[in-house]
């Protein structure tokens, strides 16, 4: 059974920083594209940061300069450091494992990220 477990969220006052992980069990981590989503009170979920099995990422407009995604395939891991952090970054961010080999993908329950102003 896969698991995917959040950790990290937390209340940051505006410039701070804050370090997201992410952990994958049950399945082989290396053969997941691996994201970060982020949803706000009364709005869609959005991609935040994505980073492939073989390393490329690509982030959101709002985010790039900002966070940065990173995995350890031998812990794995997905991080997302995110620094400079504004009140809009408020929000419950998931993290998602996607297969390279197919359509599966699987969410983490989410953690909470409130920047205060």
């Known amino acids: 059974q896969v698991q995917v477990v959040e950790s990290g969220g937390n209340l940051v006052q505006a410039g701070g920083s804050l370090r997201l992980s992410c952990v994958v069990s049950?399945?082989?981590?290396?053969?997941?594209?691996m994201s970060w989503y982020r949803q706000a009170p009364g709005k869609q979920r959005e991609l935040v940061a994505k980073?492939?099995?073989?390393?490329?990422?690509n982030y959101a407009d709002s985010v790039k300069g900002r966070f940065t995604i990173s995995r350890d395939n031998a812990k794995n891991t997905v991080h997302l450091q995110m620094n400079t952090l504004k009140p809009e970054d408020t929000a419950v961010y998931y993290c998602?494992?996607?297969?390279?080999?197919?359509?599966?993908?699987?969410w983490g329950q989410g953690t909470q990220v409130t920047v205060s102003s």
């Open positions: 998602n494992a996607q297969s390279q080999y197919s359509t599966s993908d699987f």
């Open positions: 980073i492939t099995t073989g390393a490329n990422t």
């Open positions: 049950g399945t082989i981590f290396k053969f997941y594209h």
